[in-house]
């Protein structure tokens, strides 16, 4: 692995020409993916003002992931990837469309909200395999973890920028002007795929994935790989906890900005940034980190961290004080998320590695989503504090299990393997 950290790492994974170029139409996509998240929840909220409902939109999202997920990483290793992530991100960009088309008309409704949200979580689904698998392929072997790393940077940079576009979108305009705006930043995504130029053998679509005769053997033993890995599979049960008792306060922050603090949109976007700084500074630290050594103890400690962040948060109605905890809470769930994930990537046999990633992703975005309809759901009978903060006292009980294994762990995930 690379030796080079701090901004050194930074820059030499950027120098990669085709990483360069996937990263500066992925911030703009991710930008654009936030707008429309913020604003997904604020309409929902206020068509309903139900914590319920604000769940069910977050699950409709969400959980598409958990039931495509195993044909969805199994296809990134059969299919051109850049193909597929060029397709998906069409079909996102026509889903945005009409969910701008239908707010702008008056015509929306949360029915409406939650049957276009099942098709993006669907479209997802497919999409994120793909995107995470092919990362590997954009640098050199060295750069591995910086680019991860910088991965999740773009994403969370877009995480902090994204809700105050959407804030100021909402407030002139409404939420229709929000959706438009996304489905225009899928546009310089689509541009630098079109621009980036890969091998076929980086691309997917293994010669060994083509002999298969049957889909379904293909993930089968995809998951028994993950599940019978000595650390993937113990991360993975890490990142399920995390995702459920941890990660679901973000589709819930709506409601907190409504009924805690009643702030209105804008008040609702200094939350979610809060958040995206949070997250923006974790996954700087990590992109110049550029190491995968220590990397284990370190997301570890993190699940602590997140937890004790969400237990202040849950336990304040005062709105200043809000802030920070979020911002802490950012910090501590990006070094989980892309920790484990630069981990796994670390770890996993490359023909393994979409299925693998899709195992990840499923997770990923399926675990919240239960979180996130069980949390609404009590909600609606308790408030949207007490949950949030049994959530996070249970995920503190994981940590001490995850913290007497994390010697074991890095034995099995910090090793070097095929990339």
Not at 68 to 89: E, H, S
Request: hydrophobic letters at 55%; charged letters at 10%.
């Amino acid at each position: 692995m690379s030796n080079l950290s701090g901004f050194a790492a930074i820059r030499r994974a950027l120098s990669n020409r085709n990483f360069g170029i996937f990263t500066l139409g992925n911030i703009v996509s991710h930008v654009g993916t936030w707008v429309q998240r913020l604003a997904v929840g604020w309409l929902a909220w206020k068509l309903t003002e139900s914590g319920a409902w604000l769940g069910t939109v977050a699950f409709a999202d969400l959980f598409p992931t958990v039931l495509l997920a195993p044909l969805t990483g199994a296809v990134a290793d059969r299919v051109d990837r850049k193909n597929l992530m060029i397709v998906t991100q069409i079909l996102m960009l026509i889903q945005a469309g009409l969910l701008a088309w239908l707010t702008l008309a008056g015509l929306i409704t949360i029915e409406g909200l939650i049957v276009l949200a099942v098709v993006g979580g669907a479209v997802t689904s497919f999409n994120q395999p793909a995107r995470l698998a092919i990362v590997p392929s954009l640098v050199a072997r060295e750069d591995m973890a910086s680019a991860i790393g910088i991965n999740s940077l773009s994403f969370n940079l877009a995480r902090f920028v994204g809700p105050m576009i959407a804030g100021a979108l909402i407030a002139a305009s409404g939420a229709g002007a929000a959706f438009a705006f996304n489905s225009l930043s899928f546009l310089a995504f689509l541009v630098a795929l079109l621009m980036i130029r890969l091998e076929p053998a980086a691309r997917g679509a293994s010669g060994r994935a083509k002999e298969k005769g049957k889909i379904t053997s293909e993930i089968g033993e995809g998951y028994r790989y993950a599940a019978g890995h000595p650390g993937i599979g113990p991360m993975l049960i890490i990142l399920s906890s995390v995702s459920i008792l941890g990660r679901p306060y973000i589709e819930l922050l709506p409601g907190f900005a409504g009924e805690v603090f009643k702030v209105d949109a804008t008040g609702l976007a200094w939350l979610t940034s809060a958040v995206g700084l949070g997250a923006m500074l974790g996954g700087f630290w990590l992109a110049q980190r550029g190491a995968v050594v220590g990397l284990t103890s370190v997301a570890i400690s993190s699940v602590a961290v997140l937890s004790s962040a969400l237990i202040a948060f849950a336990a304040t109605d005062i709105y200043w004080f809000a802030l920070p905890c979020l911002m802490v809470t950012g910090f501590g769930m990006v070094i989980i998320g892309v920790g484990e994930q630069t981990l796994i990537q670390n770890a996993v046999a490359s023909d393994m590695r979409g299925r693998v990633m899709g195992l990840y992703g499923m997770i990923g975005r399926g675990a919240p989503a239960i979180g996130a309809l069980l949390m609404g759901v009590l909600a609606s009978f308790f408030g949207f504090q007490w949950p949030v903060a049994i959530g996070a006292a249970l995920l503190l009980i994981m940590w001490v299990w995850a913290f007497r294994r994390r010697h074991e762990l890095a034995a099995a995930l910090e090793m070097e393997s095929d990339i």
